[in-house]
């Protein structure tokens, strides 16, 4: 009986969080599914929902002092991490993708990520004090980097880098290092008359030209919405080359309309061209299990809260990123950067090679909890958040350590047997879309 309520949960929640997109492209969702169904990680990466409509039910009391509203990432998980060239020209590793992010308690980034370890952990065959000791160091790492922005008085004053990364993360870094924007484009471009133009694959699409003239239309207004700060010469940066309608993304992005720009870029050399990524900004999945008048009075759409929201979280974002709608939809703009390499699990097997990662990854947290752009205008969250944070563990840090590593183990427990619910349920087709 418990297991058959449990998948009735599990089903009107993925219904309600992603009926319109099934509706709209039912391929992509049994694809969704599909790559969700491959084992406990891929189905809890899918299923943020799930995740908030557990943790929201629940009561703590370690978030206070306003720490229970900060700017969260909302979709924290050991895949969720890599490189990217900011705004200054670095090579940083650093957390990505803020599609899910949005106000929320602080403990919400950690628990998600705790559960996510402790999924690779036991996917790895690692004993339960391995997974312990490793949640545990993690958590330690992010409250020392929170203890480091209480003293500091800057808070951008921590990267990882080239020269301060080690391990599976500087490999990450070398490899970055060692990619050509000419080989992104020679993989989606080729040459006609002398230009670039898009090639034409299962991914991509031409548009029709009332299709292709509001995607023109919107990417005007788009540039509206870059930074003054952060702005390249228009006339001829920003010149408009070529566009295409795109798919094939992640399991967080199925069913979304996109297409990909060309623009002339950095110089009239054709190997300086930049493809920018437009694509339709998704609802975030914590905002339907909380109050959001607030928030959503703050925000045109939810390609502004994207926005808003990374460069509330993470500091010299991309200085093309921006926003734009298309028939009141917001969309998320941002490069479609040469430069980022996702973190590779695949060979960080052991509990040592893993220390020195969750270390970085634990302080990358604090980071995006405690910093912000240069270039954020926000006032939503408008207090020193580690002050906040410090004050509600104060006396109880050990403790917060012990109960964070318990509910991530817990959880994970319950993120697997979850993921068989959901297998058989996708099977026997109870999740709103047919497995065949």
């Not at 009735?8 to 219904?15: A, H, P």
């Not at 330690?140 to 990267?159: I, K, P």
């Not at 993360?169 to 000419?182: G, P, Y």
């Not at 309608?245 to 069913?255: D, L, N, Q, T, V």
């Amino acid at each position: 009986m418990a297991s058959s309520n449990r998948t009735d949960v599990i089903i009107d929640v993925l219904r309600d969080a992603f009926a319109p997109l099934m509706r709209a492209d039912p391929a992509a969702f049994r694809a969704k599914y599909r790559k969700m169904a491959r084992d406990p990680h891929a189905f809890y990466r899918g299923s943020a929902c799930l995740f908030f409509n557990d943790v929201t039910q629940e009561t703590d009391d370690w978030a206070a002092h306003g720490s229970e509203r900060i700017w969260i990432h909302g979709d924290l998980h050991v895949e969720n991490f890599g490189t990217y060239l900011n705004s200054d020209g670095r090579l940083v590793f650093d957390i990505n993708d803020f599609d899910e992010a949005y106000l929320g308690r602080f403990t919400w980034d950690l628990q998600r990520f705790a559960a996510s370890l402790a999924l690779v952990g036991w996917q790895k065959a690692l004993p339960e004090d391995a997974i312990r000791k490793l949640i545990g160091r993690y958590v330690r790492s992010y409250l020392a980097q929170v203890n480091h922005y209480v003293a500091s008085d800057s808070d951008d004053d921590f990267e990882i880098t080239l020269d301060t990364a080690e391990g599976p993360v500087l490999t990450a870094l070398v490899a970055a290092r060692q990619m050509r924007r000419a080989d992104l484009l020679d993989g989606m471009t080729l040459m006609r008359d002398g230009k670039r133009r898009f090639t034409e694959d299962g991914t991509t699409r031409r548009l029709g030209r009332d299709e292709r003239a509001e995607v023109v239309n919107a990417f005007r207004g788009y540039l509206d919405t870059i930074p003054q700060s952060k702005r390249f010469d228009r006339d001829l940066f920003y010149e408009l080359r070529d566009v295409v309608g795109k798919s094939g993304f992640g399991i967080g992005s199925a069913g979304l309309p996109a297409y990909n720009v060309l623009v002339e870029g950095y110089s009239q050399a054709l190997d300086n061209d930049v493809v920018l990524s437009m694509k339709q900004a998704n609802i975030p999945a914590l905002s339907r299990f909380v109050d959001t008048s607030e928030v959503d009075a703050y925000f045109e759409h939810e390609g502004h809260r994207t926005v808003v929201s990374q460069r509330a979280l993470q500091v010299h974002t991309d200085p093309l990123l921006g926003h734009t709608s298309i028939d009141g939809v917001g969309y998320v703009i941002a490069e479609v950067s040469p430069y980022e390499v996702d973190l590779d699990w695949t060979e960080i097997n052991e509990p040592e090679d893993m220390r020195s990662v969750v270390d970085l990854l634990g302080r990358a947290t604090a980071k995006i909890h405690c910093a912000s752009d240069e270039d954020s205008q926000q006032d939503l969250v408008d207090f020193d958040v580690e002050a906040a944070i410090s004050r509600s563990l104060e006396g109880r840090r050990n403790d917060f350590v012990q109960w964070l590593c318990d509910w991530g183990i817990a959880y994970a427990v319950r993120v697997r047997e979850d993921h068989a619910l959901f297998v058989d349920a996708f099977r026997e087709g109870h999740v709103g879309i047919a497995a065949t």
